[in-house]
């Protein structure tokens, strides 16, 4: 396959994974602030926190209030990170891949697109936010689904697996830790306090609250916690999607389970490795938020590698022009 | 149905009299309430919205992206006028692979004097660097469109050849399929020739191409990006051949052939079905400042290790100054009369012709020789006295850029404009394959004139396109027979 074309699938359903994950944001802020009046009611700056794009929000907004927030994250084009240009961006990259994507892909992608545009047009688009965050959520289900029933499951398909999954991981990392901090602000309440309102909006948010129930039934923050970060059946899990990206990467490069020759197979082992015996007791103690932190720079490191490895390949004229941020 | 029509209509004799071989159609399109039909058409533009089959217009600043007007009412064409037709490209584009040979190899026919040596190698779009250059199968125009028109006379003329990159096709596949998925219940009981299998074959005149050293060859299509007009066609002809769709950051070129660049390493490419100009191809041979071509390209075309498809150099075979010499070719490689006759032209090269063309310029249409789009034309009977001024004013200047034909009055087939059917003109693209046979796909592209009276049908100035329907034989009260007879 072509590199520039690996490239771009890659990057087309992390994109739209991302959009997908800044509607959940959005979604569980609102459920966690609702009638909250004036203390968590205002709780709208550390969504951007999650993001990472702080200082691109201070730039043009003054008041982290609910209403610029959401237009900031869901409609801004200013923001490269928006729902509103990951779709564009996903988009763009569909369209510069279109031979290899089935058309059924393409015409979901693209009245996904449809879809995010008109709502940013409405007038009064942030009264309709959380119908929309639905709707957003709803159409890379959608495009999940066709991508999984109507492409074979060769490269290509791994290509687009391990780019959702590792931007999911992500996601996933960030959630846990910015709700973890806002639901339990100082160190000493962890394991104490437990507003099962709250914690279940976190596991919704996730679209885990079902399933954990299957597995820990009573909500603890530390079993949640336990369930969003090592639980290996999970699909929004860190180590679920550590495992199957992971996967893909042998079946792309048929590399034999637990060898490595390029630094992407390495590094990937190797965070599987700690995922996979590492209990949650250890990451309590050790800070939650340290464990994060150095989660997603590996996860990055690994994003790099991939670059490396297969899209540019040591190349002095990459074959990728566009982008963007890991 | 209150229809009245200009010209030539392609399904009615005279207002409420269906031609023959449309009365079937014509019959049940009437049946269809008006309500329906717009219905319809809505449902169709959801449907090329949705799939996104778009084109792209320069210079456009909401989105470069529009999405292709396509009108619900198809173009039916009868088999055996068909047939002619198609024979009569066969004919003209046989003729012009040749012609193309003989200029950068022998040039027979500048020394027989048929056509003056100085119009061919002097034309912008002659490509010294191929002289004495002969492609595998000695195919050069592997894939070739050619602009029909039918006068008001009811005669099919040829208005142009486009043999470098034309494009269009992937339209007519699509057309087709939005007729079926929108309009499904027209097509029953009438045997229409399907344009489905085009893929294929030229997925076939490709790889019949190959150099002959390639025992597996592999195929690609180039294209020069997504901001291309033609980029969704470029996208849809690599998928539907199962090619990998490359642009010119994809391939490079080692030791005389040409790789493109996978994630498991180099691949070797052997033919390239190219949508990009000769002048952008490579900056080593043409133009210095491309970013879109490879370096070192023609270099192994020449040498043989890689087909290009269209061959560079097939420019000068749709120059409309050596259009007008196209009867002459074919009798002249041929021996045979002209099956499809020229739009008669006069040449502004020529003085006593371009002293014409000046005290005419009110009546004709003026055309540079070497655009296409419809950009640069003057049609005289519709323009100011300025812009016919302008107009004589570049033809003074630059007389051999220049040509003009007499106002054709284009037939029109009914359209659904402003919700009512209206008569608007229409042209047709065909598209023919030339590898080791030729292939005519039935049919083509037809291109509709959506505003009013006019005669422009090119997409990047207001132009539709319609399904175009080639019935196969005798099939149109085959359907009714064969239910009473069995």
Redesign the interface.
Known sequence: ??????DSLYWMSRYVERAENVARFIDVNYNLTLGEGAGLGDQWAPLVDTTGDNELFRKFYDDANRDNVVQFLAFDQRNPNSILSCISNAR?NA??????IT?DM??QL??FY?LVRSAARTPNRLAGAYAFCDAVRLASHSLIGTTYTTMSHG?AWH?LRMGRLMERADKTSRIVDVQYFLLLPRPDDVGTSLDVVRWSALLRSTSALSMYRRVHGQITPNRVADFLILDRNFPRAMRFCVLRAQNSLEI?TGAHSGTFQRRSEQLFGRLRAVLDYTGIGEIISRGMHQYIDDFQRELNQIGLAVQAD??T?G?P?P?S?TQRQA | MNYEFPSFDEMFVAAGEPRPICRHFAERLEAIPGEELRTRQQAAEVSLRNLGITFNVYGHEDGTEKVWPFDLVPRILDAHEWQRVEDGLRQRIRALNLFVDDVYNDQRIFADGVVPGELVLEAPTYRPQMQGFRPAKGAWCHISGVDLIRHEDGTIYVLEDNLRCPSGVSYVLENREVMKRTFPQMFDGVAVAPVEEYPERLLETLLACAPPHATNPTAVVMTPGIYNSAYFEHTFLAQQMGVELVQGSDLYVDGGFVYMRTTLGPQRVDVIYRRIDDDFLDPKCFRKDSALGVAGLVDAYRRGNVTLANAPGTGIADDKAVYAYVPEIIKYYLGEEPILHNVPTYLCDDPEQRKYVIDHVAELVVKPTNESGGYGILIGPHATDEQRAQCVARIRDNPRNYIAQPMLNLSTVPTLAGGELAPRHVDLRPFVLCGEDIYVMPGGLTRVALVEGSMVVNSSQGGGSKDTWVLRNGNQTHHVHASHSN
């Open positions: 396959m072509l590199s520039r074309v690996a763009e369209r510069s891949v279109r031979e290899t058309s393409w015409e693209n009245k449809l490269e290509f792309i297969f899209f390949q190349d004229e074959a022009q």
